[in-house]
């Protein structure tokens, strides 16, 4: 059997922890199989990264601002892919006859929605959900947390994707950042998807004061892990919920992708705090 070459696709992708986490993973199950993260290009199209995959790459995770090509040079699709158009998984998958075409998988649906349902009990608790931000992992959310007669508002910096949202069918209504303060306040659980607050990025005032006092705060961003948006919840005792668990339960559904074993989330969880504390100390 020949070792299997993982890849990280981003620009940029130093920050990530998926390296140091699927590592362990795989050092944790013996398999013969090597992870490492690769900035690519920004102008980056879906024919040349299909020809990296080509090169010798067994499987892939991919990450901003890659989420659409990946989606565009794969041949094969999960139902989640064709729904958003953005995928983070890439695998082969053979179709006979020596052939195999490449697959295209969203993770981070599943992911988010599972990193939501272990860090509190919000099912009971959510009618109204605000996303703020409109790109790849905003529509994971959406997808993630809809149902059940939620109604769901999407802010965003530049309202030219307000179309695609509305072709998509998964927001009730779409509202640009100077309407934050209101779309805040009439929210049960308050989610950000943008790039503010990432580490190296710019940040936003985020009107917390007038947040409902049961109100829940999701940060996808992990790092920092401690966000100002969640330190400012956490002041106002709002719940929160850090962007750890959804990198981890992402990356465990695509390791199960590439390699049919689940990997250990919990014992990920410990490792990675250890990382972040000794980058953040
Ligand atoms: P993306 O498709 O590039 O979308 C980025 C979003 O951020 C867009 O809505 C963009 O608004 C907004 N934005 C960027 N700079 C901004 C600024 N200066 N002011 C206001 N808005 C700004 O990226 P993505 O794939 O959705 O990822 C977004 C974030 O989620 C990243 O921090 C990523 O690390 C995180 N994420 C985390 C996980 C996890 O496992 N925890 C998984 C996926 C993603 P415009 O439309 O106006 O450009």
Excluded at 1 to 24: D, E, I, Q, W, Y
Excluded at 70 to 80: E, V
Aim: with cysteine.
């Amino acid at each position: 059997m020949t070792r299997k070459s993982l890849a990280l696709f981003g620009n940029p992708v130093s920050h990530s922890l998926s390296p140091a986490m699927h590592t362990a993973w795989i050092a944790d199950h013996r398999l013969d199989a090597a992870y490492e993260a690769r900035a690519l290009d920004l102008d980056l199209q879906p024919d040349q990264l299909h020809a990296v995959m080509r090169a010798g790459v067994s499987g892939a995770n991919v990450t901003v601002p890659f989420k659409e090509v990946a989606a565009q040079a794969a041949q094969a699709f999960s139902d989640t892919v064709e729904m958003l158009g953005v995928a983070n998984t890439l695998s082969w998958v053979d179709v006979g006859e020596g052939y195999r075409v490449l697959r295209a998988d969203n993770t981070d649906v599943p992911g988010a929605r599972r990193a939501l349902d272990e860090a509190c009990d919000w099912e009971r608790d959510v009618e109204s959900v605000l996303i703020v931000g409109a790109g790849g992992a905003a529509r994971g959310m959406a997808a993630a947390v809809s149902g059940d007669g939620r109604t769901i508002t999407v802010a965003n910096r530049t309202a030219d994707k307000a179309a695609l949202w509305k072709d998509m069918g998964l927001a009730h209504a779409f509202v640009g950042l100077d309407r934050l303060p209101d779309a805040v306040a009439d929210a049960d659980l308050i989610i950000n998807t943008t790039t503010l607050g990432m580490k190296g990025q710019p940040d936003l005032d985020w009107p917390l004061e007038r947040a409902k006092p049961g109100a829940i705060v999701y940060d996808a961003v992990y790092a920092p892990l401690e966000t100002t948006l969640l330190s400012k919840a956490r002041a106002r005792g709002l719940r929160t919920v850090d962007g750890l668990g959804m990198l981890i339960h992402q990356g465990a559904l695509a390791f199960e992708i590439w390699f049919g074993v689940k990997p250990d989330t919990k014992m990920a969880r410990e490792r990675l705090l250890k990382i972040i504390a000794e980058r953040e100390g």
